[in-house]
């Protein structure tokens, strides 16, 4: 099993260009998440989904769309990039609340330069 | 608001050390979890364990032990004979009820940069 996998590794943008982030999970895990990551403040969730064809805001949702089509994979969207986006992008995968295995199991992550 | 507070920044010690690694953390919620995570100067995030709140029994993982003490609201993670490949961030975490759908977030502290050196 190869876990949680993020595409691409590493991007450079120039204000004002669009990416997609593609996140794809084998644990047949019905939640994912979007998170970044930005020096000195941990890890702030961006949106997340409880299941295919759903999803929701998180804390830091402003600048980014997502989309949930199929189970596995989980996409990230960034319309019109901003320096602002700049950070390291991490996707989760679990299972839901309540059951034994909700841990949240991370792909390597996707650093995001915007110039 | 559900908050998680490492007050270490930053810490370095020779190797064969014991280091421990302090986690606060604030909630109303009476069933939660906690969860450190490793990150590594390769930058992916490691689960390392994952706690109840309605279980306080410490665990002991090789070198690595947790202890969970609600009364203090505290989980700190203690290294044994710590050893360079240890030297990472560590992060700890409490895992959040999200109304909307029915999700959980993980609320992070800032992380803790453990270095160790020979």
């Known amino acids: 099993n190869a876990g949680v996998t993020q595409t691409p590794k590493f991007r450079v943008l120039k204000t004002g260009q669009s990416m997609t982030l593609l996140c794809a999970q084998d644990m047949n895990h019905e939640y994912m998440y979007w998170y970044r990551q930005d020096p000195g403040m941990g890890l702030r969730l961006i949106h997340y989904s409880v299941g295919e064809g759903t999803t929701a805001k998180g804390e830091v949702p402003d600048g980014y769309n997502v989309s949930r089509l199929k189970k596995q994979n989980f996409l990230l969207g960034l319309e019109s990039a901003a320096p602002s986006q700049t950070s390291v992008y991490f996707c989760?995968?679990?299972?839901?609340?309540?059951?034994?295995?909700?841990?949240?199991?991370f792909g390597p992550g996707t650093r995001l330069l915007v110039l | 608001a559900q908050k998680v507070t490492q007050a270490q920044t930053e810490i370095s010690v020779v190797e064969k050390e014991d280091v421990t690694l302090d986690c606060v953390y604030e909630t109303r919620d009476t069933t939660y979890y906690l969860f450190w995570y490793k990150q590594p100067p390769s930058g992916e995030l490691v689960f390392l364990i994952r706690r109840n709140s309605f279980d306080e029994q410490n665990e002991i993982s090789g070198r690595y032990s947790w202890n969970f003490q609600k009364s203090t609201s505290s989980f700190n993670f203690t290294i044994t004979a710590s050893q360079v490949v240890d030297s990472a961030v560590y992060f700890c975490a409490l895992s959040e009820r999200i109304l909307t759908g029915g999700g959980n977030k993980l609320t992070f502290g800032t992380g803790t940069q453990l270095k160790v050196e020979l």
């Open positions: 989760a995968s679990s299972h839901p609340p309540g059951r034994t295995q909700e841990t949240q199991y």
